[in-house]
Every structure is written in C-alpha cells, then in structure tokens.
C-alpha cells in the first residue's frame, strides 16, 4: 500500500515537472485588454464604482462597463469619462420595490455588457456597488 502510493507521488511530481512548462506553452499569455470589469451602480454611488474599477489600473487597455439608472446619465458618463478612461455606460430602469431598486440591473450587467462589447474579452470581474439605499434619489454630481 505504501510503495503505491509513493508511486502516484513520484508519477504527480513528474507530471509538474515536465507537463507543466508544455501546457503553459500551450496557453496563450493573457493581456490586458483581455479582462473587462462590469458593475453595476447608480448616480449617487459613481464615485464608488469609479474608485473601484480604477484602483491600481496601471493599464489602459484594461476595460470598464458600469450600469446605471437611466440613459441620460449613461450618456453623460459615456461623453465624460468614456474614451478617456476605456469605460462604458449603459443604462437599465430601477425595478419598482424600493426596498432594492437596482437589483434587476445588477443581474442585467453581465447580458448587457456582453451585447455592448461583443465577443471582444475572454473575462468578465464582475461585482455589484452595493446597491441603492432606499431614499437615494439619484446623482448629485453633473456630469454634463
């Protein structure tokens, strides 16, 4: 029982060994541009959801799509921050409970972001800003 299993330690160690550099030529190196983080959010959280996809982005090819409350603002922000920080704004509606309007965009994120950018990533990070609180009322910044 003992020399068996010492044989399938020996027979894993060789496979780290001389399998490992072949498969990880195999695999073609991940850039940038491949990765796109997609959140949703709301106006009177932006400066949230702005601070946390540009933390330590040391790339600009890194991308960026937030989904907000509604189109104007979208376009606002597109107009904004869109070509000068690789971000895009969509938009979709606050559902009608109070209690968790934005719900229903968070779960549209990942759909909407992928119909906007086409197959152009290989992954998404995805997260939420936690929400709006009952009583938000919208942006308090002009993005105009």
Same mark, same amino acid.
């Given at each position: 029982?003992?020399?068996?299993?010492?044989r399938?330690?020996?027979?894993?160690a060789?496979?780290v060994?001389?399998a490992?550099?072949?498969l990880a030529e195999? &695999?073609?190196?991940?850039?940038? =541009?491949? +990765?796109v983080? $997609?959140?949703?959010?709301?106006?009177s959280? %932006?400066?949230?959801?702005?601070?946390t996809? &540009?933390a330590g982005?040391g790339s =600009?090819? +890194?991308?960026t $799509?937030v989904?907000?409350?509604?189109?104007? %603002?979208?376009?606002?922000?597109n107009r904004?921050?869109g070509?000068?920080?690789n971000?895009?704004?969509l938009?979709?509606?606050d559902?009608?409970?109070p209690?968790?309007?934005?719900?229903?965009r968070v779960?549209?994120?990942?759909?909407?972001?992928?119909?906007a950018?086409?197959?152009?990533?290989?992954?998404?990070?995805y997260?939420?800003d936690g929400g709006?609180?009952?009583?938000d009322s919208g942006?308090?910044?002009n993005y105009a």
């Amino acid at each position: 029982m003992a020399l068996s299993a010492v044989r399938g330690l020996l027979l894993c160690a060789a496979f780290v060994l001389f399998a490992k550099p072949q498969l990880a030529e195999r &695999r073609p190196e991940l850039q940038d =541009s491949d +990765l796109v983080i $997609v959140m949703g959010s709301c106006g009177s959280r %932006l400066d949230l959801a702005h601070s946390t996809a &540009r933390a330590g982005r040391g790339s =600009s090819l +890194l991308r960026t $799509v937030v989904v907000v409350e509604n189109d104007t %603002l979208a376009q606002q922000l597109n107009r904004h921050f869109g070509k000068s920080h690789n971000e895009t704004y969509l938009s979709w509606p606050d559902r009608p409970d109070p209690r968790k309007p934005g719900d229903s965009r968070v779960a549209m994120v990942p759909w909407l972001a992928h119909r906007a950018l086409g197959e152009t990533y290989k992954w998404f990070l995805y997260g939420d800003d936690g929400g709006e609180q009952e009583g938000d009322s919208g942006s308090t910044n002009n993005y105009a």
